[in-house]
């Protein structure tokens, strides 16, 4: 417990309830006669509130013998219990003369304290506890003398608390060795110095598992050697000394192989013993024990298979978490033993938590070799199939996160190791038609292009399984696919058929019988259950009146329209042009692949007639690709000019049929350079010192010191051994969270240094009293506005004439909705009994405290794009000229994360940017940037920024802060 930074406080280590407080705390005298009560009730709360009062500051010295003479005595177990508390808190020494301060001072004798004779009431009083026939009593004394720190007190106690080693109740045993530990640490020559013999003849004999750990405590504390003495005599019996003990034998392994390495072949049996304990605790501890103590491969071994086994029986979720960042960290040097164990790590996917499933894979996929890849991608496509069969239970919750994460997975797998990629691709692609379908056919589509050897087979797939599809994007992809890669004339003709099938016969718009008994579906659901009341006769013959509700019977209509054909009728222009240029290409190709010309000619005739079809369904109807309608138009008049026109087909063919996929091979070619490149940053190492440098040794250089001499690196190392190499940076962002309270004229100055912790804001006051006078009852009221509530609420402080005190208070939060902390300080002017007021400014709570930046797919962003309601639209004004330049200042303003890939090296107009964040309460915060840079304004940017979250507190804060930070980039400091 550290001293008390203001003279005039005490401290203590317990906390009382406030209600004792209320109204005021009464004076000594009252205090002091109602300790004189014969009620136990009111002696409690007299003594507590003296307590309270000696804690702010008062001396209250009249109230000690009162509790000496009604108090100390009592039965009552709540009045001993604040006794203890009481002689806590305080004062047990003489106050010194001012002639001794004086001496002292000026070079005599130092001030010898002298305790109060009051204290030798206590002392006895405390011994009387202490062989007190009850063993709770004696306990609860023993207890609280492991607080008491002065000599003089604990000197009479030390025969009793040795004689208490002895009784017959463990309870009583167990907080006397702590009593001994505590004694022998503070005062051990003089007091009890034969502690350590003591306490090794007590734990030989002793039984009880508390008394026993307490006792080691103080061994391996005061006298290692015992202790370790202790250890080898009980090796084998080690896991029959309960938990605690087991810990500590693993602290003073690691304190004692750490000094002295020769001696880890002593600790080496009982780590391994411990390896298996029951406790997870023990286990967990004595895995990386054994890991930071020894690198040779049968202790990482056997603590990579503890940590595997602790992964598949625990439930905690967080556990999990912790026990796979040690499998991660083991997996840099050590990964071929993880590769013999990745069997059972994932096993871990079986948790329902998402996030432990991630954490398992991204573990898992990087111990992946040609060797285990196969028995990998067999449990992925397991826990696949899993996905699809539990929808009712606790794993429905991970499901569509947990099937696109899979996929992505084995899509890994397969990019590295090609010969899985024939195994998994076809059980992918029955997904097509679920929520993971487009992670699914963008897999499928980089393995067509890489692997040419298998297209024949996924054609084959995909015209299969193209009807089942009802997601448009996938759509696009899967007639995208078709068009480029069905090379031969039975390809050509089973994809030509199939979508010829699927789209049906021009027109592609709703007739109007459809449209009315679609309208007429609407109507009769919209309408809903209706109440009918009528009369019944009972079965006694008397009548009575039943009231039911009647709901009209809806045929189930038999849809059986195709899906390819219902995206068509429903007005996604977008989709028409991606099955105009399929058609296209499908017809140019049909000569060259061995088609007769009769086919092509029939091919090409109903080609042209549906996108005649597709252009008229995009202009008649209604629907919000509208704007779309131009470039749909211009796509079909390019296809159909390549189907008739002969000099457009030489013209366009060759630039149809290969350029496609001559740019996404280049596209994939990109990529996985990229990716290596980032492989490769990651696993660079920087070099904090080389090998040839040269040793600074700073004791050798006392010589050059006593010349006068500079020493150019003392300020460096001084700055990398306290930590503190980017002091200025650091200082910087300590002091943008020091909010000043009051003016510097005021009587009271206060400052407050906030400091939050996720859900936690704590206030650290600085409060200086800036007058002549005592301030009594100083108070700083603290009120919240917003989701924030005051936790623990400051005390009443006395404060001395031109002194300080810190205050600190806690604030708990619970979402980031922007908050304000505001208050009073209230005070009252000890000589002139005058009270003051004095208004405090508003702190604002900074959004940027609980924003991290965040990653996900693209899928799961449009899907949160389109399911959140709340949306702040910004526009954009900035002097800033350059767009990445931009871009980056709202990413480090916002603390988010950009999901959108871009080249700095491209030089364009146009930028669009979707970026992601998570606070800590678990909200989404999502932004899209769109910055255009026009040549007729300057060339200034212009654009919106748009945000959307679940909630509104959140939207708009991020788009306050969006709107201040915009203007410009901060200025440097050089």
């Known amino acids: 417990?550290?001293?008390?930074?203001?003279?005039?406080?005490?401290?203590?280590?317990?906390?009382?309830?406030?209600?004792?407080?209320?109204?005021?705390?009464?004076?000594?005298?009252?205090?002091?006669?109602?300790?004189?009560?014969?009620?136990?009730?009111?002696?409690?709360?007299?003594?507590?509130?003296?307590?309270?009062?000696?804690?702010?500051?008062?001396?209250?010295?009249?109230?000690?013998?009162?509790?000496?003479?009604?108090?100390?005595?009592?039965?009552?177990?709540?009045?001993?219990?604040?006794?203890?508390?009481?002689?806590?808190?305080?004062?047990?020494?003489?106050?010194?003369?001012?002639?001794?301060?004086?001496?002292?001072?000026?070079?005599?004798?130092?001030?010898?304290?002298?305790?109060?004779?009051?204290?030798?009431?206590?002392?006895?009083?405390?011994?009387?506890?202490?062989?007190?026939?009850?063993?709770?009593?004696?306990?609860?004394?023993?207890?609280?003398?492991?607080?008491?720190?002065?000599?003089?007190?604990?000197?009479?106690?030390?025969?009793?608390?040795?004689?208490?080693?002895?009784?017959?109740?463990?309870?009583?045993?167990?907080?006397?060795?702590?009593?001994?530990?505590?004694?022998?640490?503070?005062?051990?020559?003089?007091?009890?110095?034969?502690?350590?013999?003591?306490?090794?003849?007590?734990?030989?004999a002793e039984t009880d598992i508390g008394a026993r750990r307490n006792a080691f405590l103080m061994l391996f504390n005061e006298s290692e050697e015992l202790a370790i003495q202790f250890l080898a005599k009980n090796l084998d019996d080690v896991g029959k000394f309960g938990d605690g003990f087991a810990l500590l034998v693993l602290d003073l392994t690691r304190k004692a192989c750490r000094r002295d390495p020769n001696q880890k072949s002593r600790f080496v049996r009982v780590l391994f013993q411990m390896l298996s304990a029951e406790s997870p605790a023990v286990s967990y501890e004595a895995a990386w024990t054994l890991i930071s103590l020894s690198n040779s491969p049968t202790a990482i071994r056997a603590a990579a298979v503890t940590y595997t086994n602790l992964l598949n029986s625990q439930n905690d979720n967080n556990v999990k978490m912790i026990v796979l960042e040690r499998l991660e960290k083991l997996k840099g040097k050590h990964s071929k033993i993880l590769?013999?164990?990745?069997?059972?790590?994932?096993?871990?996917?079986?948790?329902?938590?998402?996030?432990?499933?991630?954490?398992?894979?991204?573990?898992?996929?990087?111990?992946?070799?040609?060797?285990?890849?196969?028995?990998?991608?067999?449990?992925?496509?397991?826990?696949?199939?899993?996905?699809?069969?539990?929808?009712?239970?606790?794993?429905?919750?991970?499901?569509?996160?947990?099937?696109?994460m899979l996929i992505q997975a084995i899509h890994g797998c397969a990019v590295r190791f090609p010969d899985v990629a024939e195994s998994v691709v076809h059980t992918l692609m029955d997904f097509l038609s679920s929520d993971g379908g487009m992670q699914v056919i963008i897999f499928v589509r980089a393995i067509v292009e890489k692997y040419p050897d298998l297209r024949p087979a996924i054609l084959t797939k995909l015209i299969n399984t193209v009807d089942e599809v009802t997601n448009t994007n996938v759509m696009c992809i899967c007639l995208w696919i078709l068009g480029e890669y069905c090379e031969t004339s039975e390809t050509v003709k089973d994809a030509y058929d199939t979508i010829s099938a699927q789209l049906g016969e021009a027109p592609f718009i709703v007739q109007p019988k459809d449209k009315k008994a679609r309208e007429d579906a609407a109507a009769a659901a919209a309408k809903g259950p209706q109440l009918v009341t009528k009369n019944v006769v009972l079965a006694d013959g008397t009548y009575a009146t039943q009231t039911m509700y009647s709901e009209p019977k809806i045929s189930p209509a038999q849809d059986n329209t195709p899906n390819l054909r219902k995206m068509i009728v429903g007005g996604d222009i977008f989709l028409g042009s991606v099955v105009s240029s399929c058609l296209t290409k499908m017809c140019l190709r049909g000569s060259d692949v061995g088609l007769d010309a009769l086919t092509v000619k029939s091919m090409t005739v109903n080609s042209l007639l549906t996108m005649c079809g597709i252009v008229k369904m995009a202009e008649v109807t209604v629907s919000a690709q509208k704007s779309s309608l131009a470039d749909c138009s211009d796509r079909v008049t390019l296809c159909c000019r390549a189907l008739l026109d002969p000099k457009a087909?030489?013209?366009?063919?060759?630039?149809?049929?290969?350029?496609?996929?001559?740019?996404?091979?280049?596209?994939?070619?990109?990529?996985?350079?990229?990716?290596?490149?980032?492989?490769?940053?990651?696993?660079?190492?920087?070099?904090?010192?080389?090998?040839?440098?040269?040793?600074?040794?700073?004791?050798?250089?006392?010589?050059?010191?006593?010349?006068?001499?500079?020493?150019?690196?003392?300020?460096?190392?001084?700055?990398?051994?306290?930590?503190?190499?980017?002091?200025?940076?650091?200082?910087?962002?300590?002091?943008?969270?020091?909010?000043?309270?009051?003016?510097?004229?005021?009587?009271?100055?206060?400052?407050?240094?906030?400091?939050?912790?996720?859900?936690?804001?704590?206030?650290?006051?600085?409060?200086?009293?800036?007058?002549?006078?005592?301030?009594?009852?100083?108070?700083?009221?603290?009120?919240?506005?917003?989701?924030?509530?005051?936790?623990?609420?400051?005390?009443?402080?006395?404060?001395?004439?031109?002194?300080?005190?810190?205050?600190?208070?806690?604030?708990?939060?619970?979402?980031?909705?922007?908050?304000?902390?505001?208050?009073?300080?209230?005070?009252?002017?000890?000589?002139?009994?005058?009270?003051?007021?004095?208004?405090?400014?508003?702190?604002?709570?900074?959004?940027?405290?609980?924003?991290?930046?965040?990653?996900?797919?693209?899928?799961?962003?449009?899907?949160?794009?389109?399911?959140?309601?709340?949306?702040?639209?910004?526009?954009?004004?900035?002097?800033?000229?350059?767009?990445?330049?931009?871009?980056?200042?709202?990413?480090?303003?916002?603390?988010?994360?950009?999901?959108?890939?871009?080249?700095?090296?491209?030089?364009?107009?146009?930028?669009?940017?979707?970026?992601?964040?998570?606070?800590?309460?678990?909200?989404?915060?999502?932004?899209?940037?769109s910055v255009e840079k026009k040549d007729d304004n300057d060339g200034k940017l212009a654009g919106y920024i748009r945000i959307r979250s679940k909630t509104q507190g959140i939207a708009l804060s991020l788009g306050d802060r969006i709107t201040s930070v915009q203007r410009g980039l901060p200025p440097k400091n050089e």
């Open 649 to 929: 087909n030489a013209i366009l063919k060759q630039a149809l049929l290969s350029e496609g996929k001559s740019s996404f091979a280049m596209f994939l070619k990109s990529v996985q350079g990229k990716e290596g490149k980032t492989k490769e940053e990651s696993k660079e190492e920087v070099v904090s010192t080389q090998a040839d440098d040269l040793i600074h040794f700073r004791q050798l250089k006392s010589l050059t010191a006593q010349a006068g001499d500079l020493d150019l690196d003392d300020g460096s190392d001084l700055a990398r051994a306290t930590g503190y190499a980017d002091g200025n940076s650091l200082l910087t962002n300590e002091l943008s969270h020091v909010y000043q309270l009051t003016g510097f004229a005021d009587p009271v100055y206060a400052e407050a240094f906030v400091t939050v912790h996720d859900y936690d804001i704590l206030l650290d006051i600085l409060v200086i009293n800036r007058t002549p006078n005592t301030l009594a009852n100083l108070t700083v009221e603290l009120s919240t506005m917003g989701d924030m509530k005051i936790v623990e609420r400051p005390q009443s402080h006395t404060i001395g004439p031109l002194d300080q005190i810190n205050i600190r208070a806690s604030i708990k939060v619970s979402s980031t909705e922007t908050g304000h902390i505001f208050g009073t300080i209230v005070y009252e002017d000890a000589s002139t009994q005058e009270k003051g007021y004095i208004n405090m400014n508003d702190i604002h709570m900074d959004i940027m405290d609980y924003i991290r930046p965040a990653t996900c797919t693209d899928e799961v962003f449009r899907s949160m794009w389109a399911e959140f309601e709340w949306e702040n639209k910004v526009a954009i004004t900035t002097s800033i000229t350059d767009l990445i330049e931009f871009l980056d200042h709202i990413v480090s303003s916002t603390n988010m994360k950009s999901l959108t890939p871009f080249d700095r090296n491209e030089n364009g107009s146009f930028l669009a940017a979707n970026l992601y964040a998570k606070s800590v309460f678990g909200e989404d915060a999502l932004v899209n940037v």
């Open 1 to 204: 417990m550290s001293a008390a930074s203001n003279s005039n406080e005490s401290y203590c280590t317990f906390t009382l309830a406030s209600d004792v407080t209320a109204g005021g705390l009464p004076s000594e005298e009252e205090i002091a006669k109602q300790l004189e009560s014969n009620d136990p009730k009111t002696k409690r709360h007299a003594l507590k509130a003296a307590i309270m009062a000696m804690l702010g500051g008062e001396a209250m010295p009249r109230i000690l013998m009162q509790v000496i003479r009604f108090c100390i005595n009592s039965d009552d177990k709540p009045l001993k219990k604040l006794c203890m508390l009481y002689w806590e808190v305080v004062p047990k020494y003489q106050e010194p003369t001012s002639d001794e301060v004086l001496r002292a001072a000026s070079g005599g004798q130092p001030v010898q304290r002298k305790l109060l004779p009051e204290m030798i009431l206590v002392c006895n009083a405390l011994m009387n506890d202490l062989n007190h026939p009850n063993e709770y009593v004696r306990g609860s004394m023993l207890r609280f003398l492991c607080k008491v720190k002065d000599e003089e007190i604990l000197g009479p106690l030390i025969p009793s608390i040795k004689a208490c080693l002895q009784h017959r109740h463990q309870y009583v045993r167990k907080n006397a060795a702590m009593a001994v530990f505590h004694a022998h640490r503070l005062h051990g020559d003089t007091l009890i110095p034969d502690g350590p013999e003591l306490m090794d003849a007590f734990i030989s």
């Open 339 to 404: 590769q013999e164990l990745l069997p059972d790590i994932m096993r871990g996917l079986s948790s329902p938590n998402p996030d432990v499933c991630e954490k398992v894979l991204d573990v898992a996929m990087a111990l992946v070799t040609h060797k285990n890849v196969a028995d990998v991608v067999v449990t992925l496509k397991r826990e696949v199939a899993k996905t699809t069969q539990e929808s009712s239970d606790s794993s429905e919750e991970k499901g569509k996160v947990y099937r696109n």
